[in-house]
Each structure stands twice: as structure tokens, then as C-alpha cells.
């Protein structure tokens, strides 16, 4: 219909997946009602607006589910109400997800607080404290320079380069853990009284000052012995973690909330807040029309800047099942869901998306997640979609970790909650798992 190719490479873009909308973003779509009722806003955002002391919260969902729209939307909340808001992705720049730890995130923290609030308090404490340890990492940051001879705005930059080379040269990422580890509790304490001075000086009327780390959600899962990095981070460093004197929230891996030790999480944080899919399929394995209704919004919005006054059902694509099927595809998954979009466009030479189009791309994402699958794991992904539950141990973790397995949420009559499990639509068009559907009989 439309071969402007223009036209075509707008639509593309606008269904970049991996940009988080900004807070008052037009294509922002509220979600709640559809994902039992999940509120960031109410139950952290009111948490760090009437907690008094500290608060450390921690937030979790399935990787791309839209948890830094949320956080956004979350940091835009406090800011409305006198809180000063320090917001960055941690993998982004500073922590490798293969391979982090918790002298990681402390250093993350420490270098993205320098650059954000160092115009606000002199950053005198965190620097002595470089400084009596210039010695042995000097060869780390790789910098010939003595630190005394430097300016404040160089020796400010040293931990920049500090947190780069942990990212980005493997070889001495153990060697700057080695050298810093044994000082953390020394560097929280400067960073501290950096921290108290900020609070005495916040701009803008500002009486609260908040950190949120986002994508630490994405830190995989490594073993060493009994224990593991999600383990060392969260738990073993939990008081470290605590200890920064402002209100903190951190991503979490969805697959530590659903470990053995979630009992301790609660202990040590409090309710952790998870993000749900969007339900667009209820547990009776039935469309679910609120759900579906939402993410075709999510589409809708998105068309509507580029191709305004298109039908998204006979011009944008060719037929209402075509947009149907691709919406429920998707999982409710967000990040999927604009995934796909993009790839039946990017198979498109002129409007409308075709029903080939749509099914090359889910082909093309449904090989991908087959190969995610181990054959062992067949049986139990069948037997999930039977039950709608998972059971606590280490293979469904790493199903749910890796988005084989999708959470859902909703309201039963009585307005309490309930959750069940699914496993991802792709997956359930592979030829192995309907075997594994077909033996359970």
C-alpha cells in the first residue's frame, strides 16, 4: 500500500526495545490493572516518601519486562516531592553482567555519585581516600601520574577509569577487586560523610536525597561452591549494601526472589515489588481482552506518531489477526512484544505488515528460545503448562531467569492476589515441547 521507505524506517525506530521511555513519555501505557495491580509508585515510591530513616528496597521483574520505565516513572514521582534522585543503569557503564560482585556496585555507586553530586558537596573524603591508596591502584587506572599533582577534576576522573578497566579488561578486574575489597568499609564511610554533606546542600528545596540502581537484574548467575554472586551481593553484603547513608534502591535477578533464601531477602529488605507480564492469556489458556487490549495500545501508540491516520488493524498490518497474533506471541513481555514489531517490519518492504511477516519474525524468536532450552528441561516446561506453578529449586530459577517461564498476576473476586506461571507462547509452538506435552499424556 505505502512503499515510502521513509515511512517505513520511522516505524522501525519507533519500536526501538531497548530504550526506556522517559517519565511523561506520550507512548507511556499504564499497565497496572493488567498486571494484578502492580504499582511502583504506591508501594516503594510511598515507602521512601514516609520512611524516615534509610530505607534499601529492592524492585525485580523479568529482564525487558519495562522495569526502567517504571523506575523512571518512579524517580519522577520523588522528584515531585523534595527528593533529589540519582538514577543510572549499572551495566551500562560500569559493571559487566557475565561477571559481577559486590566491590562492583560499590565502586559503580561511588564513581556515578561523584559525577552527579560533587558540584554539590566537596568530594574531599572519597578523594584522601584514593589517594592514601594511589600506590596500588595507580598501575590499575594505568596512569603514570602521581595523584597529588593532579587536579581535583583529574583526580575525580581516576575513578572512572578505575570502574571502566573492572568493565572492560578482564585481566585486571580481580587484581582492582583484590586491591579494593579489603578498604570497602573505609570507602563507605568517606562516601558517607561526601553523602552528609550533599544532604546539608541539596538544590531546589530538595530534603531527600534517593539512589536507584537499575539492570542489576541482569547479572547472571555464577557459582562458587554453596554460594553465589546474587548471593554475595544481596545477603552476604547486605549491611554494606544498606549502609550508604541516603534511600537506595537496587534491581534485583527475578531468580533470587524465588530462591530458598527469599525468606532472608524479606527479612533483610522488606516486601520486594516484582513486575509481572502483561496478562494476555488467562490461566484457563483463554485470551485475555484487557491484556491484549493493552499491548495493542502499546503498538498503537507508537504507529500513532509516525503513521497518524493509518488503521493499525488494514493498513499497518494487513489483517487483525496478523496484529493479534503477534500481540499474543509476545508473552505480554514488553521488550519482546517491540521486538518482534520491529523484525516483521524490518521484513516489510511496503505497508501493510503481512501475516508472513509476522510469522517469519516469530520463527526467527521462537528458534531463539529453543536453543535457550537444555533437553532435561523439556519435561519440566510441560509440566508447568499443565500446573501453572513452578517448584523452588535451581532449574526452574534459571527458566524464569531466562524468560522460558513467565510470571502472571491478577485480582480474583475477593480483590486478593493471585499468581501463576507460563511458559513463554514461542516456546510452546517448538516441536520438542509438544512432545514433552504429549508424553505427560
Sequence with gaps: ????????????????????????????????????????????????????????????????????????????????????????????????????????????????????????????????????????????????????????????????????????????????????????????????????????????????????????????????GDNTNHEEIFLDRSEQLKALDCHFLYTVPISMLYSRRAPDIRDIYGECLILPMIMVMNIQGEVYQPGLSKVKEIIRKRVRHVASGLSLEKEVFDHVQTLDRLCLMSGGHVRNLLLLTQDAIGRTEELPITERAVRRAITQARDTYRRAVENRQWKLLAEVSRSKRIVNNDEYRNLMYNRCLLEYRYLDGEGEMQRWYDVHPLIQGVPEFKEAVAKLG
Design 1 to 224: 500500500m505505502d512503499n515510502n521507505p521513509e515511512l517505513l524506517a520511522d516505524l522501525y525506530n519507533a519500536f526501538n526495545p531497548f530504550e526506556p521511555l522517559p517519565a511523561g513519555d506520550i507512548n507511556y501505557v499504564d499497565c497496572q490493572e493488567v498486571r494484578g495491580d502492580s504499582d511502583i509508585l504506591e508501594e516503594l515510591g510511598n515507602r521512601m516518601r514516609l520512611d524516615n530513616t534509610n530505607c534499601c528496597l529492592l524492585y525485580s521483574g523479568h529482564r525487558g519486562a519495562g522495569k526502567s520505565t517504571e523506575l523512571l516513572k518512579l524517580k519522577q514521582y520523588l522528584e515531585n516531592r523534595q527528593f533529589y534522585v540519582v538514577y543510572f543503569a549499572a551495566d551500562e557503564e560500569d559493571i559487566d553482567s557475565e561477571d559481577a560482585q559486590y566491590t562492583d556496585i560499590l565502586l559503580a555507586c561511588t564513581r556515578r555519585l561523584l559525577k552527579d553530586l560533587h558540584g554539590i558537596a566537596k568530594p574531599t573524603p572519597i578523594l584522601n581516600w584514593l589517594q592514601e591508596r594511589w600506590q596500588d591502584l595507580k598501575d590499575l587506572v594505568q596512569t603514570p601520574l602521581e595523584f597529588e599533582s593532579m587536579a581535583v577534576e583529574v583526580q575525580l576522573s581516576q575513578f572512572a577509569k578505575l570502574t571502566a578497566n573492572l568493565r572492560a579488561v578482564p585481566q585486571l578486574r580481580q587484581e582492582i577487586r583484590s586491591k579494593v575489597n579489603p578498604h570497602t568499609v573505609s570507602l563507605i564511610k568517606v562516601l558517607n560523610e561526601f553523602l552528609g554533606d550533599v544532604k546539608k546542600n541539596l538544590p531546589n528545596g530538595c530534603t531527600k536525597l534517593a539512589v536507584i540502581v537499575d539492570n542489576l537484574d541482569r547479572m547472571v548467575l555464577v557459582k562458587d
